[in-house]
């Protein structure tokens, strides 16, 4: 990776879903309760917050698949629902 994508979180994170290793470094819950304190932030200050939104509903589907105490690349299997 190079560029903006080149730091040590997404080397470590690709890594980690390459390996499918979901050993926990930043929980579905942790990161599920940081979105949701920017989405509320966002509503207060009349932000429009596509992307944010979109993130919320995902880490939603996560946590309701039962995937809270996992680490947060495990996102991706929300998608699985998602047509």
Do not use: W
């Not at 994170?13 to 966002?42: C, F, M, P, Y």
């Amino acid at each position: 990776l190079a560029g903006p994508m080149s730091n040590d979180i997404i080397r470590i994170k690709s890594a980690k879903l390459l390996a499918g290793d979901t050993t926990t470094q930043a929980s579905i819950i942790n990161v599920l309760d940081n979105n949701r304190l920017i989405v509320e932030a966002a509503q207060k200050t009349q932000a429009h917050a596509p992307l944010i939104n979109a993130c919320l509903k995902l880490y939603e589907t996560a946590q309701q698949k039962g995937l809270g105490e996992f680490d947060m690349i495990s996102v991706i299997k929300s998608f699985e629902t998602i047509q």
